[in-house]
């Protein structure tokens, strides 16, 4: 009985050490997927079992992580495609079916931390497979933290790309990188992140590694580097008439929308969307398309020899993503290139290149336009921007109308220095004073102007703006930066000359980057109405205005700090245009208006003038209305 009960026991413990021992199930992570995953509320719409036919774009990555010839694997997609999800599967199969330590690398910290929580331990807690693996995060020593979980076999090591000390200490077999393109340059002083990484795979003859991002911008994207040294395969779609594979694409989505105004403000209703074959030009609407057969397409197959598998993938094809909501999305965006390159990233799928495709001088100078009068209709307040040279001041006047339409009004230049009070004097008849008309004689002054303070002579500019601050003339501070805001409230600066004080003025800074992108991003507009920039057909608007309006790019230089810069365009050297016409717009934003009073107010002068004479003088005053009876009313009186 004794040597039975022996017997009994040693089989157990064998039972055991062999189970330890035991070889994975010859498992894709497909096939795992399907018998042993569970999708969680808290990062899915669809909670429940697995199921790959919902995004079977997935499989050939996911069961890419599972061939013995791939070491790597990239991939590019938008949002709401469930790329995470193809991470956090294969994360599930290594715990499971085949250990080994695993390093997860996110842009920061905080990333990792969420990620963490609401992708990693929900995924753990709805999965009995993997619950089995990992202890519960409440018991003692239990090795399962926010940022680490253990399992039998391996670790699980979440961290920021900039936490040198977690990239380039222990040996790792499996790394993942989320969101490629938003990680550090460097990681510390130790180098770039994911070669870091990467180096501590290389004594695993089975080592893996995954890079997944959003693409950002062209030529200065980690993940479109990538993706180019692996199989660079593309999603491509049946077409039901000539059954040809394309990849479905912005370029060839159609879309009839309604375009309404509500409280000043472009709203949009997209009413149809449909597909145009590439191949024979046939049409398909959303749903025929997202039920064709569709497969990857190689365009570079010869990396699988290299051990890279790459793929590319776009919102079009998304179950969650429709195309009317995308469309919505672009249309919304329109006018602004930030919010541009939002779309094409994380909807299209598509690099950002910007690719400076301002208007030219010629198709500038081409849409110029006759007035008719010194303002146009639809002019409701006046602005100017001073800049300020050595020898010389150069302003502009600049219209401004609803929704951020704009007319230029007059360009000039004062030769002098800017501490020469005659230079000053000739501002005033040119411009601070200035009363301009409109065909009908009705007149508005300037409303506010801004005089750059930089240079050689910044305490002369302060005395003269302090002089001149019942006609609302202020200084000006431009700093540069993309996260400077474009106005500030004023503060005042001491006024110091020959090293007395003399007192202080208002000062306004300004983000005069924040600036240049909303003017570049108004020559676009082609159609006159909002953001559309008017131009006179006048010499003072002529070739060599719009050269100095067009005389800077936003170019990219991942070695600095701040990458985005405004340079100097080769030919373009003097871009005083571009500086007048930003302080005039940061003037406008700067100033506190009602336009809809304005609006009124005119109409009211034009009805009244119109009544009393025919023939209206050309010299009349500015706008004026009854006796006011208000604070707002007295205060655009003056306008």
Request: overall charge neutral; hydrophobic content about 35%; proline content about 5%.
């Amino acid at each position: 009985m004794t040597n039975k009960a022996d017997a009994a026991r040693l089989n157990v413990v064998i039972a055991k050490a062999l189970a330890g021992m035991k070889p994975p199930d010859n498992l894709t992570v497909t096939q795992w997927a399907e018998a042993k995953r569970r999708l969680s509320s808290e990062s899915s719409a669809e909670p429940g079992p697995w199921r790959t036919s919902r995004t079977p774009y997935l499989q050939a990555p996911m069961d890419a992580f599972t061939d013995p010839r791939v070491r790597r694997i990239v991939m590019v997609a938008a949002s709401q495609v469930g790329k995470s999800e193809f991470i956090n599967n294969a994360i599930g199969y290594i715990v499971t079916e085949d250990p080994g330590s695993i390093l997860f690398v996110h842009p920061t910290t905080l990333d990792a931390k969420e990620y963490s929580k609401l992708r990693i331990a929900p995924m753990i807690r709805d999965s009995p497979a993997l619950r089995k693996k990992v202890a519960a995060p409440k018991s003692r020593d239990s090795g399962n933290t926010l940022l680490q979980k253990t399992y039998p076999g391996g670790i699980l090591t979440l961290c920021g790309s900039t936490e040198a000390h977690a990239l380039a200490s222990k040996p790792i077999r499996y790394v993942f990188g989320d969101e490629r393109d938003r990680w550090a340059l460097s990681a510390g002083n130790e180098g770039d992140p994911w070669d870091l990484a990467m180096a501590r795979q290389t004594t695993f003859y089975n080592a893996k590694a995954v890079e997944v991002s959003t693409p950002t911008i062209k030529n200065a994207s980690a993940i479109e580097t990538s993706y180019s040294e692996g199989t660079m395969e593309r999603w491509k779609s049946r077409c039901p008439h000539c059954g040809e594979y394309h990849e479905i694409q912005w370029g060839q989505i159609r879309y009839e929308h309604e375009e309404t105004e509500v409280r000043r403000k472009k709203v949009y209703k997209v009413n149809r969307v449909w597909y145009i074959c590439p191949g024979c030009g046939c049409v398909s609407d959303e749903t025929t398309m997202k039920h064709q057969l569709a497969r990857w397409e190689a365009e570079n197959p010869n990396a699988y020899a290299n051990g890279i598998r790459s793929f590319w993938l776009n919102a079009f094809v998304s179950p969650w993503a429709s195309w009317q909501s995308i469309v919505l999305k672009y249309l919304n965006a329109l006018g602004s290139s930030r919010r541009m390159q939002v779309v094409y990233n994380t909807c299209f799928g598509e690099l950002w290149e910007d690719r400076g495709d301002l208007e030219d001088e010629d198709s500038l100078m081409a849409r110029r336009e006759a007035y008719g009068a010194e303002l146009p209709d639809g002019v409701l307040v006046l602005t100017a921007g001073i800049d300020t040279q050595d020898d010389r001041m150069e302003y502009e006047i600049v219209g401004h109308g609803h929704f951020g339409e704009t007319w230029g009004i007059e360009k000039g230049v004062v030769m002098g220095r800017p501490d020469d009070p005659a230079v000053w004097e000739q501002l005033d008849e040119l411009v601070f004073d200035r009363i301009l008309h409109f065909e009908d004689g009705v007149g508005l002054r300037i409303s506010i102007s801004f005089v750059d303070e930089g240079g050689h002579f910044t305490q002369d500019v302060r005395l003269q703006c302090r002089a001149r601050i019942g006609k609302r003339v202020f200084c000006i501070k431009g700093r540069g930066g993309p996260d400077v805001p474009y106005t500030c409230p004023p503060k005042q600066q001491k006024i110091v000359i020959n090293q007395r004080t003399l007192g202080t003025c208002w000062q306004y800074q300004i983000g005069v980057d924040s600036g240049k992108q909303i003017i570049m991003d108004n020559l676009k507009v082609q159609t006159p109405g909002p953001k559309y920039c008017h131009f006179p057909r006048r010499d003072d608007y002529g070739a060599a205005y719009f050269t100095g309006l067009l005389s800077e790019r936003l170019v990219y230089n991942d070695k600095k700090k701040q990458p985005w810069t405004w340079e100097k365009i080769p030919g373009h050297e003097r871009n005083e245009n571009l500086d007048c016409r930003n302080y005039a717009l940061a003037a406008f934003k700067a100033l506190p208006k009602n336009l809809d009073e304005i609006d009124r107010k005119l109409k009211i002068a034009r009805g009244k003038q119109t009544s009393n004479s025919a023939a209206a003088s050309h010299s009349s005053k500015t706008v004026r209305t009854d006796k006011p009876k208000s604070a707002i009313d007295r205060y655009y009186e003056e306008w």
